[in-house]
């Protein structure tokens, strides 16, 4: 069996968490490739100490360079502010390895392309972080809607929503810092997981209008005084699809004042013969509408019903650690040409693309109207 070898650059919140699915790796049933962690890389010590006590891990660094030239790497994963996505995912990029990338791709439009270019350029297997469709409730969803069974489609939700700057006491952070995060603010945090979905199934706003809040403007500085922020912390963008030559209005929210909600994904889609929705507040809830001499949503509460096959009973219900494994075992069946016509990860294309959506959506703030969103007829990556 064919081994894959692993960097993580980033060991913090979601380097642990890759470095706990590969851990759990054995739990994926009949998988025809392993992955085995051999380097991690972050600035801090005290967070590398954590990974003194995986046995495979050989490399612990505090400079990635040394981990994208080694011999024992062949993939990473790469977790670190949106500032440093040029520069590292590129030099990891032509130091010969491919890379599952956080969103989103760079600070800005320019930063994506200019990324996602280099990894054409380079034949480099590249693909971004985006976990909750891997979840059963998204699987549902995104079967019914390829199965035509919806009829027209005339509308469409999708979000991603945290509660976490509920707290003005709350230290400030990289994420609500425009020079780190990028202008996009919560859009970059937070778009590429309410956009996936919708651009896999070929749903390109032509349109946007946006409503940006910046709520809470300053934080505590974690020195005794105040530091300002200066990111967008909620994005509503009312957008307009294409669906078979029809205008289609499909809203996408991001927000990180959305009280009581934490960590929510939803999406919501309905068609003149059906509808279905799903939301990670109520993980094993798919809902299934069905338009007839009686209208009526039916709930399905689905087990464990998981994209790659685990050891898992199938009368359990998932969470986070199962999507985010599933979604690496995507990016891995799919490097070695497994995927077998499952979901895959979000490409680089459709991180460039949420990336148009976003910058069209800064103009659509700034002047108050409907923005067009440019997207080129052709783009190979």
Same mark, same amino acid.
């Given at each position: 069996?064919?081994?894959?070898?692993?960097?993580?650059?980033?060991?913090?919140?979601?380097?642990?968490?890759?470095?706990?699915?590969?851990?759990?790796?054995?739990?994926?049933? +009949?998988?025809?490739?392993?992955?085995?962690?051999?380097?991690?890389? +972050?600035?801090?010590?005290?967070?590398?100490?954590?990974?003194?006590?995986?046995?495979?891990?050989?490399?612990?660094?505090?400079?990635?360079?040394?981990?994208?030239?080694?011999?024992?790497?062949?993939?990473?994963?790469?977790?670190?502010?949106?500032?440093?996505?040029?520069?590292?995912?590129? +030099?990891?990029?032509?130091?010969?390895?491919?890379?599952?990338?956080?969103?989103?791709?760079?600070?800005?439009?320019?930063?994506?392309?200019?990324?996602?270019?280099?990894?054409?350029?380079?034949?480099?297997?590249?693909?971004?972080?985006?976990?909750?469709?891997?979840?059963?409730?998204?699987?549902?969803?995104? !079967?019914?809607?390829?199965?035509?069974?919806?009829?027209?489609?005339?509308?469409?939700?999708? *979000?991603?929503?945290?509660?976490?700057?509920?707290?003005?006491? %709350?230290?400030?952070?990289?994420?609500?810092?425009?020079?780190?995060?990028?202008?996009?603010?919560?859009?970059?945090?937070?778009?590429?997981?309410?956009?996936?979905?919708?651009?896999?199934?070929?749903?390109?706003?032509?349109?946007?209008?946006?409503?940006?809040? %910046?709520?809470?403007?300053?934080?505590?500085?974690?020195? *005794?005084?105040?530091?300002?922020?200066?990111?967008?912390?909620?994005?509503?963008?009312?957008?307009?699809?294409?669906?078979?030559?029809?205008?289609?209005?499909?809203?996408?929210?991001?927000?990180?004042?959305?009280?009581?909600?934490?960590?929510?994904?939803?999406?919501?889609?309905?068609?003149?013969?059906?509808?279905?929705?799903?939301?990670?507040?109520?993980?094993?809830?798919?809902?299934?509408?069905?338009? *007839?001499?009686?209208?009526?949503?039916?709930?399905? +509460?689905?087990?464990?019903?998981?994209?790659?096959?685990?050891?898992?009973?199938?009368?359990?219900?998932?969470?986070?650690?199962?999507?985010?494994?599933?979604?690496?075992? !995507?990016?891995?069946?799919?490097?070695?040409?497994?995927?077998?016509?499952?979901?895959?990860? !979000?490409?680089?294309?459709?991180?460039?693309?949420?990336?148009?959506?976003?910058?069209?959506?800064?103009?659509?703030?700034?002047?108050?109207?409907?923005?067009?969103?440019?997207?080129?007829?052709?783009?190979?990556?």
């Amino acid at each position: 069996m064919k081994t894959v070898n692993i960097g993580i650059i980033g060991g913090g919140l979601m380097g642990r968490e890759a470095a706990s699915a590969f851990g759990r790796w054995f739990a994926l049933k +009949d998988f025809p490739v392993r992955v085995r962690l051999t380097a991690v890389c +972050d600035l801090n010590e005290g967070i590398l100490s954590w990974y003194k006590q995986i046995d495979s891990v050989s490399l612990l660094t505090t400079d990635y360079r040394e981990l994208i030239n080694s011999d024992e790497v062949d993939v990473v994963y790469i977790a670190v502010p949106h500032n440093l996505h040029r520069e590292i995912y590129l +030099d990891i990029l032509r130091a010969g390895k491919d890379l599952l990338g956080e969103k989103p791709f760079g600070i800005d439009q320019e930063a994506a392309e200019t990324i996602a270019a280099e990894a054409t350029k380079l034949g480099r297997f590249v693909r971004c972080s985006s976990e909750m469709p891997f979840l059963p409730g998204p699987q549902r969803v995104i !079967a019914e809607v390829q199965s035509g069974r919806l009829g027209r489609i005339f509308e469409i939700r999708s *979000g991603f929503l945290h509660a976490s700057d509920m707290n003005a006491q %709350k230290p400030i952070n990289w994420k609500r810092q425009s020079q780190y995060c990028g202008e996009i603010g919560v859009m970059g945090d937070l778009g590429m997981h309410a956009l996936h979905v919708p651009l896999r199934l070929g749903w390109k706003p032509s349109k946007v209008f946006a409503q940006l809040q %910046k709520i809470i403007t300053e934080r505590p500085d974690g020195k *005794g005084g105040m530091a300002v922020c200066d990111t967008w912390n909620n994005a509503t963008l009312s957008t307009q699809v294409d669906i078979n030559g029809e205008q289609v209005p499909m809203q996408l929210e991001m927000k990180r004042l959305a009280p009581g909600e934490t960590n929510t994904w939803y999406i919501e889609i309905y068609g003149t013969e059906g509808g279905v929705r799903y939301s990670t507040k109520d993980t094993k809830a798919f809902w299934q509408f069905t338009n *007839g001499a009686e209208q009526w949503w039916k709930r399905t +509460d689905l087990g464990f019903q998981m994209p790659f096959e685990t050891i898992t009973g199938g009368i359990f219900e998932a969470g986070f650690p199962d999507c985010f494994m599933q979604m690496i075992a !995507a990016y891995v069946a799919e490097r070695e040409g497994l995927l077998n016509g499952k979901f895959g990860c !979000a490409t680089p294309e459709e991180a460039v693309d949420s990336h148009r959506i976003f910058k069209a959506a800064l103009l659509s703030q700034e002047s108050g109207s409907f923005v067009d969103v440019s997207f080129p007829s052709t783009l190979v990556i």
